[in-house]
Antibody
Framework: EVQLVESGGDLVQPGGSLRLSCAVS????????MSWVRQAPGKGLEWVSD????????NYAGSVKGRFTISRDKSTNTLYLQMNSLGADDTAGYYC?????????????WGQGTLVTVS | QSVLTQPPSASGTPGQRVTISCSGS????????VNWYQQLPGTAPKAIIY???QRPSGVPDRFSGSKSGTSASLAISGLQSEDEADYYC???????????FGTGTRVTVL
């Protein structure tokens, strides 16, 4: 069974840092592109970042570029999101998601989310 | 601010057909396939359409997707009470070099 479990969400002061983790199981981690998607309270979905299966290629939304870093550890099957210089606009639930295989870029599995509050 | 535009709300009675539109541009919908996600209250999103019109395993065939040019649409036929949720379209965007979601549509079953 495919599982994605996020952790690390917390209350942090403006300008602070936080690292989110997403522990995965039930599939070959290194075969899949992984992403972070966030959702501010009462708002829509916003893609944050993705990382290739090897970890050698990453992409970021303009709103987080230069402040957030996505990474992955194949030895522990864990996806990370290092968040620096946090501001109120970063307050959101953060989901990790697996991109499905094939040409279509879509997320076939999602975690339950972890809440980050910047205040 | 999302680059994919959806109507904020849609509604219908049980059994009716509801359609949600998603308007984009040549750099996203015009160049890439469209996906649709359903988000039930308090839960993580779930893919219901990928590759413009493909349904993941387990998704009822009441859900269907289509794309034409720089627009796409999701249709829900035979609307049921459990379909009450937020729906988002999404696609890769070449100009932004990132994945973009639509503004979201809340479907209400009257």
């Amino acid at each position: 069974e495919v599982q994605l479990v996020e952790s690390g969400g917390d209350l942090v002061q403006p300008g602070g840092s936080l690292r989110l983790s997403c522990a995965v199981s039930g599939f070959t981690f290194s075969s899949y592109v992984m992403s972070w998607v966030r959702q501010a309270p009462g708002k829509g979905l916003e893609w944050v970042s993705d990382i290739s299966g090897s970890g050698g290629s990453t992409n970021y939304a303009g709103s987080v570029k230069g402040r957030f870093t996505i990474s992955r550890d194949k030895s522990t099957n864990t996806l990370y999101l290092q968040m620096n210089s946090l501001g109120a606009d970063d307050t959101a639930g953060y989901y990790c998601a697996r991109r499905g295989l094939g040409q279509a870029y879509y997320f076939d599995y999602w975690g339950q989310g972890t809440l980050v509050t910047v205040s | 601010q999302s680059v994919l535009t959806q109507p904020p709300s849609a509604s219908g009675t049980p059994g009716q057909r509801v359609t949600i539109s998603c308007s984009g541009s040549s750099s996203n919908i015009g160049s890439h396939t469209v996906n649709w996600y359903q988000q039930l209250p308090g839960t993580a999103p779930k893919a219901i359409i990928y590759g413009n019109n493909q349904r993941p395993s387990g998704v009822p065939d009441r859900f269907s997707g289509s794309k034409s040019g720089t627009s796409a649409s999701l249709a829900i036929s035979g609307l049921q009470s459990e379909d009450e949720a937020d729906y988002y379209c999404a696609a890769w965007d070449d100009s932004l070099n990132g994945y973009v979601f639509g503004t979201g549509t809340r479907v209400t079953v009257l």
